[in-house]
T-cell receptor
Framework: DAKTTQPNSMESNEEEPVHLPCNHS???????IHWYRQLPSQGPEYVIH???SNVNNRMASLAIAEDRKSSTLILHRATLRDAAVYYC????????????????FGQGTILTVHP | DTEVTQTPKHLVMGMTNKKSLKCEQH?????MYWYKQKAKKPPELMFV???????INESVPSRFSPECPNSSLLNLHLHALQPEDSALYLC????????????FGQGTRLTVV
């Protein structure tokens, strides 16, 4: 399975933008890039996903490098509620592949937001 | 309704007990997942069901036995567990393993004594 590398932790101040990086140098052409987050005492929550182009939704933006070997999750204005563990995940959508259907979590980045 | 409901929320069981965890969703999702999460670690995939059939077993010990009786329900039967099996067990569902979002339940906190 293709792996992702994220910083162990990051800090931000409230109402400032946050850029969470992820490296995935062994990504394959059939891997989608997913981001999930897990708030304390809750199950993981979907944030955003993309394949090649940058993506925006109401929660965040996803910037994908042209060679797809890295991506950045952007929270435009961090709030205290955004303090969580953020996971960058590669998901293989190639039917018949050995990792098809898996959503495999890496270590993630612990985001701390200061008031 | 975008909810995955897991019961019970907490469970304490002895090593000789048999218990079951239950997961339910009514979103019409045909893929369902079991994950195990130890404290301060990421969730680890255990099983994937697709259209009520087991499609992925991540070499999980046989003391964990999954069951998918219908498209809305996923069970995890537990038997002869060890204290190191104590963890948060998470259930998730998604549209048939495609790249759209997976929805997770709040988990069952299991303690084996």
């Amino acid at each position: 399975d293709a792996k992702t590398t994220q910083p162990n932790s990051m800090e931000s101040n409230e109402e400032e933008p946050v850029h969470l990086p992820c490296n995935h140098s062994t990504i394959s052409g059939t891997d989608y890039i997913h981001w999930y987050r897990q708030l304390p005492s809750q199950g993981p929550e979907y944030v955003i996903h993309g394949l090649t182009s940058n993506v925006n939704n109401r929660m965040a933006s996803l910037a994908i490098a042209e060679d797809r070997k890295s991506s950045t999750l952007i929270l435009h204005r961090a709030t205290l509620r955004d303090a969580a563990v953020y996971y960058c995940i590669l998901r293989d959508v190639r039917a018949g592949g050995t990792s098809y259907g898996k959503l495999t979590f890496g270590q993630g980045t612990i985001l701390t937001v200061h008031p | 309704d975008t909810e995955v409901t897991q019961t019970p929320k907490h469970l304490v069981m002895g090593m000789t007990n048999k218990k079951s965890l239950k997961c339910e969703q009514h979103m019409g999702h045909r893929a369902m997942y079991w994950y195990k999460q130890k404290a301060k670690k990421p969730p680890e995939l255990m099983f994937v069901y697709s259209y009520e059939k087991l499609s992925i077993n991540e070499s999980v010990p046989s003391r964990f036995s999954p069951e998918c009786p219908n498209s809305s329900l996923l069970n995890l039967h537990l038997h002869a567990l060890q204290p190191e099996d104590s963890a948060l067990y998470l259930c998730a569902s998604s549209q048939e393993r495609d790249p759209t979002e997976a929805f997770f339940g709040q988990g069952t906190r299991l303690t084996v004594v």
